[in-house]
């Protein structure tokens, strides 16, 4: 029998407790073996629920009970989520997660603890919610040299601009009309100012250059002054305004940054619409592949959660030499204001794509009320 | 060191070749031991080519050597392709193959041959080219139930359909055009008619389902009908045509097909545009997943066999028991005839999406000169 102990029974935890329990026979015939929920660690209790008589509030239970033999951590934010993490991996335990804040601030770390221990730490629901990113960019990147990964990351942003484009909506009611359909918190922030897609796309240019920087390092542009004008105006110059998160190797160091751009039509990512998110890896061998699909979600963040868990305890030996990070800082980054695109200029009748020049060069060209975007 | 031989090297041979040798170092830390391709198995010669003193003409210096632990076949077309492999696999060598038609016609049995022998034979690069498809959907079907697999899965008739969208070019000259720029063969009928994407949605509806049937067995019907004409109203409907190959449970059998069908803009499949390819997978838990990038080509598929031969000798075990697939009959199918779909009619002003029916109720509906395209 596996033992495990889910951290947190909130959404996705108690998703994660759900679909363990209804996936349980296909999982021992997988496994060759049980997996029992043996703690779930959290401050409220659940009476009545099928796995309420595993709550308990000490954690200190679930570290010092040898049988636990994997830890998932579904608690979200910094604190004490990364410290018990860090916990249980030194006592020899697995740990999973869903929690992209702490792999964005601590997966350096966390990793070489786990490496140091015999023991494995997984995170593919922190990144892309159920879409299946992160052991194919691991597969990638060990073999051929990854030259960018871009993405779009957050699905509240791309309902928004997929509102705004569709129906001429200013932010403003779009926001609340995705606040009113659930897709959007009271405090939109993190997603609408780009946090969010920032933290993603740190860990993806970590799986892709074995270097993670912190968000607070890179560049980061939310899709506020977005104008239901710009994406008029971008449809008819070819294109549509996505918020990418994209990481590339650029004058000898990483490029990467958050922010609204303009995608030309013929490029799949300008057609991910809603709450979809998609994630775009190029390597020069494979040319770029996408992969496409649910970002977040209750069921789609616990499939991917059950995925590393039945990764580790199946014993599928997923090489974690190649999930070693260096944890960088801003000299692993280049100065983005040195690098020349070509812009689309969003101004009415006069709107249009320039030739590669750098940001400044472009902010000279455009007149009062026009916006500027990086083309994709 | 890890001893491997190539049988066949043509392009895709000789495409192995140079990136196991242009990998050769990152290989080497990767699997912590060399790679050397001890034997080329070709009937002709290539002198001065940096690998020309491996070429071999007898298949048994291969097979009896002892300290050949994989062979990559890729030598295409059914035999001796299928005996070779069978034939390695019985000696305790794993195999690796880009070629769809020895998996679409004797996978079950090599799968199982490999099994016995405990050894692996896989096959990445025979389904979506350099789209890393294979082991996600293995890693879903183990866990969830996979509702149904679909895809553009043929770059050459996407090719000639998108030319045919765009420039209102008829079937002919598009045809002739892709056969100028390289991407269609001489003898286009199997990739014009349909029997290549038949190959590969077999495979595909086998990783999701564990039964495979014989490309034979399922209908097929390729492009040679579809008419500019037929695009541009598919088009005023909110659509295009694309050749699918689909795999799904329906009325208690698997529904296989491929046929060019009509798909709603909002779907991503209508944006997968010139040679490339796609793949969509729907799961109840993780709704639709589409992977998309170059379905052919030597680089992606080298580097797709490259990747199994990794996968392989690194020890990462993909659990070979979930590659274990029941030969499949005409019973496993279900009747397409007795299925209703929404269909597109197409016939100038004429042209609409009709109410879920059967085929034979569509086809009463027609008039002459109407085509009529299911709807995806």
């Not at 969010?196 to 968000?215: N, S």
């Not at 004008?229 to 971008?234: R, V």
């Not at 979809?276 to 699909?293: P, R």
């Amino acid at each position: 029998m596996h033992n495990i102990a889910i951290l947190g029974f909130g959404t996705v935890g108690s998703g994660l407790g759900e679909a363990l329990l209804t996936d349980r026979e296909r999982l021992a015939r997988h496994l060759g073996d049980g997996l029992d929920i043996k703690y779930i660690l959290d401050l409220r209790e659940f009476p009545g629920h099928p796995l309420g008589d595993r709550v308990v509030h000490d954690f200190n239970i679930i570290l010092n009970d040898p049988e636990i033999e994997l830890v998932a951590e579904m608690m979200g934010g910094s604190h004490p989520a990364y410290d018990f993490s860090l916990a249980a991996l030194k006592a020899g335990k697995h740990v999973v997660t869903s929690n992209k804040e702490v792999v964005a601030n601590f997966g350096a770390e966390l990793l070489e603890t786990a490496r140091q221990n015999g023991v494995r730490y997984l995170f593919e629901a922190s990144v892309g919610g159920g879409i299946p990113v992160l052991r194919p960019i691991i597969n990638e990147a060990v073999l051929h040299e990854v030259r960018s990964v871009r993405g779009i990351l957050n699905g509240t942003t791309n309902y928004i601009l997929t509102q705004m484009r569709i129906h001429g909506t200013p932010f403003a009611d779009a926001l609340s009309a995705a606040q009113s359909m659930g897709y959007a918190e009271a405090n939109p922030t993190a997603d609408v100012d780009g946090l969010d897609a920032a933290r993603k796309i740190v860990i993806l240019a970590a799986l892709a250059f074995g270097v993670i920087v912190k968000p607070d390092d890179i560049p980061v542009k939310g899709i506020r002054d977005v104008r239901p004008e710009d994406l008029q105006a971008a449809g008819a110059c070819g294109g549509t305004l996505k918020l990418i998160g994209s990481a590339s190797r650029e004058c000898g160091g990483l490029l990467i940054s958050v922010r609204p751009c303009f995608v030309r039509h013929d490029r799949l990512l300008a057609h991910v619409d809603d709450v979809f998110n998609a994630v775009s890896v190029d390597t020069g061998v494979l040319g770029e592949v996408v992969y496409y699909g649910a970002g977040a979600g209750k069921l789609p963040t616990a499939a991917a959660v059950e995925a590393d868990i039945t990764d580790i305890l199946s014993g599928s030996v997923q090489s974690q030499e190649a999930l070693t990070w260096k944890a960088g800082s801003r000299d692993d980054l280049c100065d983005a204001s040195l690098v020349s695109y070509s812009w689309f200029i969003s101004g009415g009748t006069d709107s249009r794509i320039t030739e590669p020049m750098t940001e400044e060069a472009v902010k000279k060209l455009c007149a009062a009320g026009q916006n500027y975007y990086p083309c994709l």
